[in-house]
């Protein structure tokens, strides 16, 4: 079991950015999806980002394409959100999860990710 704990959430006005990680405890990343998916209240729970531990392969939703970045360390089993030019559409709780055996098509659905961390508040402010 992989147990995300992420980090680097806060409150930052639009068009700035922020960098959020994901430290692995227990078991490694790797063999394993790392995923960014976020909530904000009232709506449903959406993928964000993803990256495949072994390979490198990386995913993004249409609505962060070209401002976020997801991208990983080895050595320190941590995964990490680059957010840029950042909106108020972004305001939500972010979650990085792990997933285990995924294929492309199922990587960016977060009911397949079976180990989450406790989310970090994103507050984008206009």
């Known amino acids: 079991q992989v147990q995300p704990v992420e980090s680097g959430g806060g409150l930052v006005q639009a068009g700035g950015s922020l960098r959020l990680s994901c430290a692995a405890s227990?078991?490694?990343?790797?063999?394993?999806?790392a995923g960014w998916f976020r909530q904000a209240p009232g709506k449903e729970r959406e993928f964000v980002a993803a990256t495949r531990w072994s390979g490198g392969d990386t995913y993004y939703a249409d609505s962060v394409k070209g401002r976020f970045t997801i991208s990983r360390d080895n050595a320190k089993n941590t995964v990490y959100l680059q957010m840029n030019s950042l909106k108020s559409v972004d305001t939500a709780v972010y979650y990085c999860?792990?997933?285990?055996?995924?294929?492309?098509?199922?990587?960016?659905?977060?009911?397949?990710?079976?180990?989450w961390g406790q989310g970090t508040q994103v507050t984008v402010s206009s």
């Open positions: 999860a792990a997933g285990y055996g995924l294929s492309t098509d199922s990587a960016t659905n977060w009911r397949q990710y079976v180990d």
């Open positions: 227990g078991r490694t990343f790797r063999n394993y999806f």
